[in-house]
C-alpha cells in the first residue's frame, strides 16, 4: 500500500501523475484526503479521494508515502497531524517517503533532510535545513525521495516506482507513455 496525501489546494500534476504512474507499474495506491472526501486542487480540479484520514491505515503493508506541492496545498498538509504520523511511521520503518516541489520543506522542518542530498521548487531551499540542495529534478537519497515541481512529474513517479517495483518495470512504463529523457 502507498498513501498519497491530497489537502485542497494541491498540485494536481504533481499528485495525479505519480499515482497514474505507479498503477501503471501495478503498485496499490491510495488517495487519502487530508480535506475531506473531495479535495480540490490549486487549479480548480476536483478530486475524489479514495480513503479518508480516519480509514487510513499505517502498519506494515504501507509502503511509502507521497506529499504533492501546491500552494495552500503544502502549508494544508503540514498542518496536519496524521500526516506528521504517517511520515513519522515511514521514517521510524524505513518507508519510502516522496515529496514534490513546496512539500519538501515539511520534512526539512522536521530536521529529516539533514546529511541528505534533496531538491525542491525554487524559493523553498531555505526550509530544506541541513540538505545539500541540488538543482536536479528529482533526487534520490535513501528512502527520501524529492522533486522540483510539476514538470518533473513522471521523473518522481518513475523513482518512486524504481524503489517500489525495480528499475526495469520503471523503464518500461516510460517508454510505454513515449517518455524522452
Partial sequence: MFYVFLANGFEEIEALAPVDFLKR?????????????FVCGAHGINVEAD????????????E??????GM????????????HSAIDYCVDNE???????AAPFI??????????????????????????????????DGNIITAKGAGVAWEFG???????VNKQKSDEILRAIQWKR
Avoid at 25 to 37: A, C, I, N, Q, R
Wanted: net charge negative; proline share 3%.
Fill in 72 to 83: 495552500p496545498g503544502a502549508d494544508n498538509l503540514d498542518k496536519c497531524s496524521d500526516v
Fill in 51 to 62: 480513503i479518508l484520514l480516519s480509514e487510513m491505515n499505517l502498519n506494515d503493508k504501507l
Fill in 95 to 101: 518507508k519510502i517517503i516522496g515529496v514534490i516541489c
Fill in 64 to 69: 511509502g508515502v507521497m506529499l504533492p506541492g
Fill in 107 to 140: 520534512l526539512g522542518k522536521k530536521g529529516l533532510l539533514k546529511g541528505k542530498k534533496a531538491t525542491c521548487f525554487p524559493g523553498f531551499e531555505e526550509y530544506l535545513e541541513g540538505a545539500e540542495v541540488l538543482c536536479d529534478g528529482v533526487v534520490c
Fill in 158 to 164: 518513475a523513482a518512486i516506482g524504481v524503489q517500489l
Fill in 25 to 37: 507499474m501495478g503498485v496499490d495506491v491510495l488517495t487519502v484526503g487530508v480535506s475531506g472526501k
